[in-house]
């Protein structure tokens, strides 16, 4: 593979993986809030029909974009009803949105399969992207993936850098005190999950009208979209930077599976196309293997030499959610 074959590549992967990173995002921003949104599969995939069926009726590829984040943010606003005001499990209700958003973008998605519709197109940066090697992998993509890379930064600094980043990491680990402090528990949770929900959404359009352009119904590909994102963002360690990492390693997997078929004849194509799956789960249990009390036994087993290195390793790996994660919270 030649060395402008291989840049062209990796591009893509970080093109490819904007919608993901928006998913991730949104889905920690709720989490980080106390709210689980289990319905990212299906919001996803409405948010994408939908997304596409406004900027190809409209013309207009802002008003898509902007209708997949409304989209994102009514169903959003659901989980929010449910679980915070009737409280009711966040599970149930995320689970059952999913499959009915899933069922409604393909029912309501049908007049607009395969249809050409419009598309980002790329948006070089002038000077930036005339830079060897690195203007190539960032400086010549579309718009959304110049988000993207904004949002990821954005989103860290808001959680671990501001005063209201702090309110709301308080929400999601200790609603109780941060409720003595002065913070209104409930509609915060209310105002993250929705802002959640709209990144989410966005993560539609962004494929319907970036990434792949089009609506293709079932044979999409979008669909497991949102379980992937759900997984990176408990792999990320609800941090928009080890999600979008990991992110970046999904999409990563994935090219890597387009660019080996040639050379693994004898490897059915379909065992390549699914190996990204496997491997994200596998790396999900690596990173979590901290966590495990067997894994303090071993480590308490080990020379004091190799205990300090392993443990140092274990411990920048080791996630753990947040502590009132799905949780309602009730003044006393």
Known sequence: MSQETMLIGLAGVLASASPLIFAVIGETLSERAGVINLSMNGTILLAAMGGFA??????????????????????ALVVAFASITLQQSQVAVGFV?????RDLS???????MGLPGPRLQALPIPVLS????????????DVITYISFIAIFLAWLWIFRTRPGLMLQGIGEKPAAAYIRGANVNVMRYVYTIIGGALIGL?????????RAGWMGTISGLDGFGWIALSITIFGGWNPVRGALGAYLFAFLQWLGLVLQP??????SQVLQVAPFPLMILTLLLVNIGNAEWVERTLAAMPESARKIFAKILRAMRT???????VPFERD
Not at 54 to 74: E, H, W
Not at 263 to 268: N, S
Request: hydrophobic content about 50%; overall charge negative.
């Open 203 to 211: 993560a539609g359009p962004a494929f319907s009208l970036a990434t």
């Open 106 to 112: 393909y029912f309501l998605g049908n007049p607009y």
């Open 320 to 326: 753990s959610p947040p502590a009132a994660l799905g």
């Open 263 to 268: 050379v693994l004849t004898q490897v059915p």
């Open 130 to 141: 005339d830079i060897p090697v690195i203007g190539q992998l960032f400086f010549r993509h």
């Open 54 to 75: 406004v900027a190809y009726t409209t013309d207009n590829i802002v008003l898509g974009f902007l209708g997949g984040m409304l989209i994102g943010a009514l169903v």
């Open 97 to 101: 949105l999913a499959l009915t958003c």
